[in-house]
Structures are given as C-alpha cells and as structure tokens.
C-alpha cells in the first residue's frame, strides 16, 4: 500500500518526468493520498493564475482522487502526529505538516512515495516509517 504525498499530485499536474519511473513501479498496487495532501494538492491548482490552465489542473487532480482511495485525518492520527513532530522539534527538526500524511500512513500501514527527501528521512528515523523516495 502506497500513500502519495503533495509532491506527486504537484509532478502531476507539472506534467513532470520525474513520476513516471516511480509511477510505473507502483501502478498496480493498492494506492492511497490524505485528506491534507488532497487538500494541499486542491491549493496549488486552484492558485493558477491562468484559468484555462487552472481548470485543467483541477480537473486532472479531482479524475486522480476519484481513482484513489482518500484517507481521512483522524484523532488517532492527530495524537500520532503530535507525538512525531514532538520529537523531531527536541531534536531541532522541524518538518511543518508532514507528520500529518506521515501519522495517517502510520496508522494506515501504508509507504509513502514522495520527493520531499529531508523532511520524510528525519521522520523515518525516527518512526520507522517507510518511505519510498523519487
């Protein structure tokens, strides 16, 4: 089970070569996103400045989260949220919401696929998350 972070949606909709490879290797299993990264994801397209492009963008991303399953944010993910970016924070790391998608993926059991290298590295040493970097 994959859990797609923003940085993929935002590939996505750049029409970026950099999902492909990572695309093609986990197309056919079981893939998931967060209510936040959908929600982050739904920012940057609806901030296009140019409507045709922005429409466009929105589209593709609504057709991508009707094919995927969307968890939910959900007390046990906020208190495991909680926790993580405490620790990091003790540490003098600061990672900003993704403890969030990392919490979810967590109690989700799912690998998260993102390109957002530093943050998700410092959570995963610390939580044992897995991560699958692109």
């Avoid at 996505?12 to 492909?20: E, F, G, V």
């Avoid at 993926?105 to 959570?123: E, K, M, P, S, Y």
């Amino acid at each position: 089970m994959f859990c797609l972070d923003t940085t993929y949606f935002v590939d996505l909709i750049r029409n970026s070569k950099m999902i492909k490879p990572i695309t093609k290797k986990i197309g056919n299993e079981p893939l998931f996103t967060t209510t936040f990264n959908l929600f982050e994801a739904q920012i940057g397209s609806y901030s296009i400045k140019n409507e045709e492009l922005r429409n466009k963008a929105i589209d593709k991303l609504n057709k991508t989260f009707d094919r995927i399953e969307v968890l939910p944010f959900l007390k046990g993910d906020a208190l495991k949220a909680a926790e993580i970016a405490s620790i990091l924070r003790r540490r003098g790391k600061v990672v900003g919401a993704d403890v969030i998608t990392a919490a979810i993926a967590l109690n989700n059991g799912c690998t998260v696929v993102t390109r957002n290298r530093d943050h998700f590295q410092w959570i995963s040493e610390e939580t044992g998350l897995e991560v699958v970097f692109y």
